[in-house]
C-alpha cells in the first residue's frame, strides 16, 4: 500500500524541477548577449544553467534533500540554460515558460526511467 503523502513528493519533485528550469533558463537567457556566437552561446548557457542549481538547491534541499535535486540539475540545467542562452533576445514570460517546460518533460523522463528500472515504490 503506497503511503498518503506519496503524491505530494512526486508533485514536489515536479515543482522543483519546473522551477529549476525556469531559473536556468532566464539566468542564462538574461546574461548572454545575442551578438555572441552561437557555440559561445551554448556553451556558456551550459555553464550558467549549472551555476544556476546552487540557490535552488539551497532553496529545496531543506525540503526533499540535495540528492533529489542535484540528481535532475545536471540535465535541467544544460538543456534549459542552452536554450535559454541561444534563444537571443525573448520576453521573461518566454524564459520562465520554456524553463519550466524543460524541466516538467525531463522530470516525466526521469520518473518513467525509473519506473522501469524499479517499478512503483510500494
Known amino acids: 500500500m503506497r503511503p498518503k503523502h506519496a503524491i505530494f513528493l512526486r508533485l514536489f519533485d515536479y515543482f522543483g524541477a519546473m ?3 525556469a531559473v536556468a533558463s532566464t539566468f542564462a537567457g538574461f546574461l548572454i548577449p545575442a551578438s555572441w556566437p552561437m557555440a559561445a552561446q551554448m556553451i556558456t548557457g551550459m555553464t550558467l544553467g549549472m551555476v544556476s542549481a546552487f540557490p535552488v538547491l539551497m532553496l529545496l534541499t531543506v525540503l526533499c ?3 533529489e535535486i ?3 540539475a545536471m540535465l535541467i540545467g544544460m538543456t534549459a540554460g542552452m536554450g535559454g542562452g541561444m534563444a537571443g533576445e525573448k520576453s521573461i514570460i518566454w524564459f520562465i515558460s520554456y524553463g ?3 524541466g516538467a518533460c ?3 523522463a526521469l520518473h518513467i ?3 522501469k528500472m524499479h517499478g512503483d515504490i510500494k
Open 19 to 21: 522551477l529549476y528550469g
Open 113 to 115: 526511467h525509473d519506473l
Open 106 to 108: 525531463i522530470q516525466g
Open 70 to 72: 542535484i540528481m535532475m
Open 100 to 102: 519550466a517546460i524543460i
Open 65 to 67: 534533500g540535495g540528492f
